[in-house]
Nanobody, 131 residues
Framework: QVRLVESGGGLVHAGGSLRLSCAAS????????IGWFRQAPGQEREGVAC????????YYLDSVKGRFTISRDNAKKTGYLEITNLTPEDAAVYSC????????????????????????WGQGTQVNVSS
């Protein structure tokens, strides 16, 4: 059974940092891209980052570059999203998702940040930022 479980959310002061984790089970993570998404109340879900399956190429939403870092540890079957210098605008439910690398780019060098390109989803973890 494919399962993704996020953890690491919570309440953080503006300017603080968080590391979100995405634990995968039920499939071979090294064959899958990982994406991180966020959705604030009343807003559409947006893809903030993704990482390819083997060479670890990363792609970011322009507005989070320099503050968000996506990474993965295939041996631990876990993906990560580190967020620094948090602002109230970062408050949202953050979800991880996974999809086969072949679906995004058979060469393994590219991943999409669009939600429709992902098959498996976690339940999300809430991030709140106090000003």
């Amino acid at each position: 059974q494919v399962r993704l479980v996020e953890s690491g959310g919570g309440l953080v002061h503006a300017g603080g940092s968080l590391r979100l984790s995405c634990a995968a089970s039920g499939f071979t993570l090294e064959d899958f891209v990982i994406g991180w998404f966020r959705q604030a109340p009343g807003q559409e879900r947006e893809g903030v980052a993704c990482i390819t399956s083997r060479d670890g190429s990363t792609y970011y939403l322009d507005s989070v570059k320099g503050r968000f870092t996506i990474s993965r540890d295939n041996a631990k079957k876990t993906g990560y999203l580190e967020i620094t210098n948090l602002t109230p605008e970062d408050a949202a439910v953050y979800s991880c998702a996974a999809d086969r690398q072949d679906h995004h780019d058979p060469s393994g060098r590219y991943c999409s940040r669009h939600p429709r390109e992902y098959t498996y989803w976690g339940q999300g973890t809430q991030v709140n930022v106090s000003s």
